[in-house]
Every structure is written in structure tokens, then in C-alpha cells.
């Protein structure tokens, strides 16, 4: 088993329409969890912090349920500009970042 | 402007000749790191430093050396390349490195080693 899960997409969705990407982790010690944003092979960038009380920033909320050990990230009236890949972060092991494979989201006009 | 470089950004080689990319930072951070990024596989922690003076392997480091003499610089050194070597590089550091800080990434290094 991977030790950070994500469904690769592409998830297609108009603009305006609300999306959720679910990611699942396999060490049940992590502490640290995080969604991340590719475009197109550039580097990634942090987009937010998970935490255990879930967190909101605009128009992306991320939560935390560590019974089922995963995290996700819903995305409230999409833009065109959110078009790009999303990838979950766990710091699985000390001192050690696992990265998922990215979920890849593309939005229409 | 706080970032981290990487150079070169492109590099075409041939099986078995050295070369070195270099990667910058300049928030004095701590921790650095080197992934590499190939498709459907994710991005792979290849070395990581600590410090000055501190590294350790990450989970792909056969094939890979690196040094950490001074802060800001954490080279990643490919002593005889091989194809199976052709990826995307990305350096990457942050403040600590308990996992719980923000990755700044550089832009990235494509190698293609023919």
C-alpha cells in the first residue's frame, strides 16, 4: 500500500461548480498534513496547512479525519485559474515529507 | 525576494559524464532537500540536510551525492549519469525540518541523460 493515496482525475468541472479531492494515508502517526499546487510541471507550492479542527482559507477548506487517516480538500465556485494538479503532503516519518502523486483538476468554461 | 534557484534549469547529457545542479537559498532556512518528479510515481525525496554539514539519504539516493559546506547552497551531484536517471529535479528547503514547515521549491532541473 502507498503510504499517501490519491485518485489521479482529471476531475473536469465547470467554472463556478464546488469539487472535493480525498487523499488517504497509511501511517496512523503522522502529524503533519498538507495540500499542495503543481501547474503544469512548475514547482509546487504550499496552498494550505491541514489541521486537526479543519481550516478555511477563501474559497478552499481543507479537514482532517485521522479515525479513517485521510485528509481533503474541497473547492467552493471553481475558477479557470484553479485549473492544476493538488497534491497531499504527509509528514509520514521524522523529518520526512511523503508526497501523493497528485489529483488533476481541470476547470471549463 | 526570498526564494531558491536551481541551475541549470535544462540539461541534455550522455551516459557516464558528471554533472553537478546547484541549488540556492537565500532565507536562510535549515533544511534542504532534493526530489525527483516522474510521472505517476510522485515526487521522491532522493537526499536531505539537516544543516551545514548534515545529510542523509532520502528514498531514492543510489546514484546521487550531495554536500551541505555552506547554508545557503545544497548541490546535488551525479557522479556517471544513466537514463534511467532522466527526471524532473526540484530542490526544495524550509525553516526546520521536523515536517511541519512550509517546502519552499526552486524551479526545477529537467535532466534528460541519453
Known amino acids: 500500500r502507498k503510504e499517501v493515496e490519491q485518485d489521479p482525475g482529471p476531475f473536469n468541472v465547470p467554472e463556478g461548480a464546488t469539487v472535493a479531492f480525498n487523499c488517504t494515508y497509511s501511517n496512523s502517526a503522522s502529524q503533519s498534513f498538507f495540500w499542495y499546487r503543481q501547474d503544469c510541471r512548475k514547482e509546487p507550492k504550499l496552498l494550505m496547512s491541514?489541521?486537526?479542527s479543519g481550516n478555511e482559507d477563501g474559497r478552499f477548506t481543507a479537514q482532517l479525519n485521522r479515525a479513517s487517516q485521510y485528509i481533503s480538500l474541497l473547492i467552493r465556485d471553481s475558477k479557470l485559474s484553479d485549473s492544476a494538479t493538488y497534491l497531499c503532503v504527509v509528514n509520514a516519518r521524522f523529518q520526512k515529507l511523503v508526497f501523493g502523486t497528485g489529483t488533476r483538476l481541470l476547470v471549463s468554461p | 525576494e526570498a526564494q531558491v534557484t536551481q541551475n541549470p534549469r535544462y540539461l541534455i547529457t550522455v551516459t557516464g559524464k558528471k554533472l553537478t545542479v546547484t541549488c540556492s537559498q537565500n532565507?536562510?532556512?535549515?533544511?534542504m532537500s532534493w526530489y525527483r518528479q516522474d510521472p505517476g510515481l510522485g515526487l521522491r525525496q532522493i537526499y536531505y540536510?539537516?544543516?551545514?554539514?548534515?545529510?542523509d539519504k532520502g528514498d531514492v539516493p543510489e546514484g546521487y551525492k550531495v554536500s551541505r559546506k555552506e547554508k545557503r547552497n545544497f548541490p546535488l551531484i551525479l557522479e556517471s549519469p544513466s537514463p534511467n536517471q532522466t527526471s524532473l529535479y526540484f530542490c526544495?528547503?524550509?525553516?526546520?525540518?521536523?515536517?511541519?514547515?512550509?517546502?519552499?521549491f526552486g524551479p526545477g532541473t529537467r535532466l534528460t541523460v541519453t
Open positions: 526544495a528547503s524550509s525553516f526546520r525540518g521536523t515536517g511541519a514547515y512550509e517546502q519552499y
Open positions: 491541514v489541521y486537526s
Open positions: 532565507m536562510n532556512h535549515e533544511y
Open positions: 540536510s539537516m544543516n551545514v554539514e548534515v545529510t
